[in-house]
């Protein structure tokens, strides 16, 4: 059983350098063991329910099949080093506190992955068929009863279940400031999916309301509420109002630069299929943006609300909008707010230089 707590009573300390024990390889060290609880763990269940039948495993190998895929593991590396940055202590303990956390955020986004993949109606992930596409094709293959697609979706929403689950599992210790902040993870993520669907299904071209959704899905989700569970777990609150300026710009820029990469990118680097949310009608910032500002943009989005839109004529259009261009400029100055938000935060050691790399790498990850 993993101890987790966030010690909010502890008294705050005055960004340590060298004495905390941080060493330049700890996040490096702690990741590594990131993957270790989550590998030990998956394989544990998967004995367990395989020993009652090879089926019943089958969501768990679903889980373990889209973690051996790799992936970036952006939001237990923004614990981890949310936690280093706030000085966290180098005791057993509390680094076993914190892989546990930053694992649980790894199976909550294979949770998201999974789920996603159903609504957005995605065959491939990380460049492998998804739980859903995989398993619907089995099901043709073998010739079994019923309808394909519906089996198929229905053991991605049991294996996405269990990799939630799994999740909150590992998360069940955290006490304080450290579970707000993963209650209202889990819960934002879910909510900003909901209104991601509303908004593809209404087809409505609002910035500011495709904005939330990035925020809630890639702002908080994938930056700023992980970086404020490692200070939180450290005992840090005063870095949560930082964080949370740094997290929440460096996230938008990260969803930004997600639009342009399914708008305009290669499939094959990206790990998922290209044009795919033109393709799904999904109202992106990116296209909210272009359909406010651009005539030709609009009359397509409104297209689509009498039978759909053309997605190559669309993605023509937003090349000959100059939004790229704008969107580009928009990502600089977000990635120049959230290193702007660090400037005065105490931050131990050489982290304010790595997290403003961090800023940087997330933004510009197709450069």
């Known amino acids: 059983m993993f101890k987790l707590s966030a010690e909010p009573d502890r008294p705050a300390p005055q960004a340590p350098t060298g004495s905390a024990g941080v060493d330049r390889d700890a996040r490096d060290k702690l990741l590594a063991r990131v993957g270790v609880v ?23 190998e679903a889980i373990a099949d889209i973690v051996r895929a790799g992936g970036k593991r952006l939001r237990p590396a923004f614990c981890v080093s949310g936690y280093l940055a706030a000085g966290g202590p180098a005791d057993e303990e509390a680094r076993e506190t914190v892989v546990a956390a930053a694992a649980a955020l790894e199976l ?11 609504m957005d109606n995605s065959d491939t992930r990380r460049g492998t068929p998804t739980v859903h596409a995989k398993h619907a094709a089995l099901h043709a293959e073998r010739g079994w009863a019923g309808e394909h697609r519906r089996f198929g979706e229905g053991i991605g929403i049991l294996a996405g279940d269990l990799a939630l689950s799994y999740a909150n599992r590992l998360a069940s210790g955290l006490t304080g400031p450290a579970l707000r902040i993963w209650n209202d993870l889990v819960t934002e993520v879910i909510i ?6 509303a908004l593809a299904a209404e087809l409505t071209a609002d910035p500011a309301l495709s904005r939330w959704v990035a925020v809630c899905k890639s702002g908080n989700y994938t930056i700023h509420r ?16 930082p964080f949370e300026k740094y997290g929440v710009a460096a996230g938008e820029a990260f969803q930004l630069r997600d639009d342009l990469l399914d708008a305009f990118g290669d499939g094959a680097a990206t790990g998922k299929p290209a044009g795919l949310d033109l393709v ?3 109202m992106t910032l990116l296209l909210a943006l272009a359909a406010t500002k651009d005539e030709r943009v609009a009359r397509l989005v409104e297209d689509g609300r009498s039978g759909g839109w053309d997605p190559v004529e669309l993605r023509d259009a937003l090349l000959a909008s100059g939004v790229r261009r704008e969107v580009e400029e928009q990502i600089d100055q977000l990635v120049a707010a959230a290193c702007a938000a660090l400037d005065d935060a105490p931050l131990a050691d050489d982290w304010h230089k790595r997290l403003v790399k961090m800023a940087e790498q997330v933004a510009y990850r197709d450069r």
């Open 38 to 60: 989550i590998d030990d763990l998956l394989k544990t269940e998967a004995e367990r329910w395989g020993a009652v039948d090879a089926r019943v495993a089958v969501p768990v």
């Open 108 to 118: 909550l986004h294979v949770f998201a992955l999974i789920h996603d993949d159903i």
């Open 192 to 197: 900003g999916q909901q209104l991601d669907i």
């Open 226 to 241: 992980p970086l404020a569970l490692g200070a939180a777990i450290a005992g840090r609150p005063e870095l949560l109002a």
């Open 280 to 282: 799904e009608h999904k």
